[in-house]
């Protein structure tokens, strides 16, 4: 089998779609405004690749080792299914996802970026790593977007993945 046809078989999988927020939704930059908010930036298309997964059955999931004020609303807009804020290390809510949504690690994809996604990378059975993501995390995943995080990256994996089913 072709690297091309064992990445449709494994996006064949997919019944959870799992996300790291900072660098993957967002394109990594974080602003403070004076009050000490952070405010980032989410690319419109990622969303609408988000939404699309979900009418078609496949729920998205967010994990993020920091939380922020700006990652419900955004994740309110493109209807996920649950976020998980602060969470170190990512693994440690995988057990509960994978329970709770009745699906193995082999149907479960994640779009990574960076070292603290990598110990989900390797859990996975879809591991995904942006196009701008560090040399750790680009070795773990079966798929590399050519796509950077916050710049379509994620509508990539979806369009990927609703392509292969």
Not at 126 to 153: D, H
Request: glycine residues 8%; proline residues 2%; hydrophobic residues 40%.
């Amino acid at each position: 089998m072709d690297i091309k046809q064992e990445l449709i078989e494994k996006a064949k999988k997919i019944k959870l779609l799992l996300l790291d927020v900072d660098g993957v939704l967002t394109d990594g930059r974080i602003i403070y405004d004076s009050s000490g908010r952070d405010m980032k930036f989410f690319d419109v298309h990622d969303g609408l690749g988000v939404y699309c997964l979900k009418k078609a059955g496949i729920k998205t999931i967010l994990i993020t080792a920091k939380g922020s004020w700006a990652i419900r609303p955004r994740a309110r807009d493109m209807q996920v299914e649950a976020v998980f804020e602060n969470i170190s290390p990512k693994t440690s809510v995988l057990e509960k996802i994978l329970k709770k949504y009745k699906v193995n690690t082999e149907e479960v994809c994640f779009v990574g970026d960076d070292l603290v996604d990598l110990c989900l990378m390797k859990r996975v059975g879809f591991p995904v790593a942006v196009a701008n993501a560090c040399a750790e995390i680009k070795e773990q995943a079966a798929y590399l977007t050519t796509r950077e995080g916050g710049r379509g990256a994620v509508r990539e994996v979806t369009e990927l993945i609703l392509k292969a089913q």
